[in-house]
């Protein structure tokens, strides 16, 4: 971890799990810079992960996430952080977010593919059976990894005062 004087909140869950929209209003309750990791990776490539999947491959974007992530996590004061559903798929991830606040945003996998079925994500393209397949084996890193978990089917505003309420009583924000 940097040398913050607390920890970042990570946001880490499945894809379309609302890390971002969550992040963001999240940040704006605490007053604290956003990062998503994906629109970073975007920014970096001047190309969308779609067409970095395409045009490099899915090792490729995962070799720059873990460069990027590296990036972001050294920035200082503490921030909110949302990664892509994909991102703790390698050990060196697991390393580099320990220390820090990790929110595990979930939901059951028929309302996750309800939000990305028709979403140009390049691993939703594979239909629902995959998409399911997916959340299920990657439930298990996000349960190791997570500080908090918390299922995301109400209303952002209220997934953020219940993100809100829990990183105070627990003294990180």
Same mark, same amino acid.
Request: negative net charge; proline residues 3%; hydrophobic residues 40%.
């Given at each position: 971890?940097?040398? !913050?004087?607390?920890?970042?909140?990570?946001?880490?869950?499945?894809? /379309?799990?609302?890390?971002?929209?969550? /992040?963001?209003?999240?940040?704006?309750?605490?007053?604290? &810079?956003?990062?998503?990791?994906?629109?970073?990776?975007?920014?970096?490539?001047?190309?969308? %992960? /779609?067409?970095?999947?395409?045009?490099?491959?899915?090792?490729?974007?995962?070799?720059?996430?873990?460069?990027?992530?590296?990036? %972001?996590?050294?920035?200082? &004061?503490?921030?909110?952080?949302?990664?892509?559903? /994909?991102?703790?798929?390698?050990?060196?991830?697991?390393?580099?977010? !320990?220390?820090?606040?990790?929110?595990?945003?979930?939901? +059951?996998?028929?309302?996750?593919?309800?939000?990305?079925?028709?979403?140009?994500? +390049?691993?939703?393209?594979?239909?629902?059976?995959?998409?399911?397949?997916?959340?299920?084996?990657?439930?298990?890193?996000?349960?190791?990894?997570?500080?908090?978990?918390?299922?995301?089917?109400?209303? +952002?505003?209220?997934? %953020?005062?219940?993100?809100?309420?829990?990183?105070?009583?627990?003294? !990180?924000?």
């Amino acid at each position: 971890m940097s040398g !913050n004087t607390r920890p970042h909140l990570v946001l880490i869950g499945m894809m /379309g799990s609302g890390k971002s929209t969550v /992040g963001r209003l999240l940040a704006d309750a605490l007053d604290w &810079p956003f990062y998503d990791l994906d629109e970073q990776i975007e920014i970096q490539a001047h190309m969308t %992960v /779609g067409q970095i999947f395409q045009t490099y491959g899915e090792k490729t974007f995962r070799q720059w996430e873990i460069q990027t992530l590296a990036l %972001v996590l050294s920035y200082s &004061p503490a921030i909110v952080l949302a990664l892509g559903g /994909g991102t703790l798929l390698d050990e060196q991830t697991h390393k580099m977010v !320990n220390g820090h606040y990790i929110i595990w945003l979930d939901a +059951p996998s028929k309302d996750l593919w309800l939000r990305v079925k028709d979403s140009a994500r +390049p691993l939703a393209q594979q239909g629902m059976e995959a998409f399911d397949r997916l959340h299920q084996e990657r439930r298990a890193t996000y349960e190791k990894l997570a500080s908090v978990h918390i299922t995301c089917v109400d209303e +952002p505003d209220k997934v %953020v005062e219940a993100i809100v309420q829990k990183i105070r009583s627990d003294g !990180n924000a």
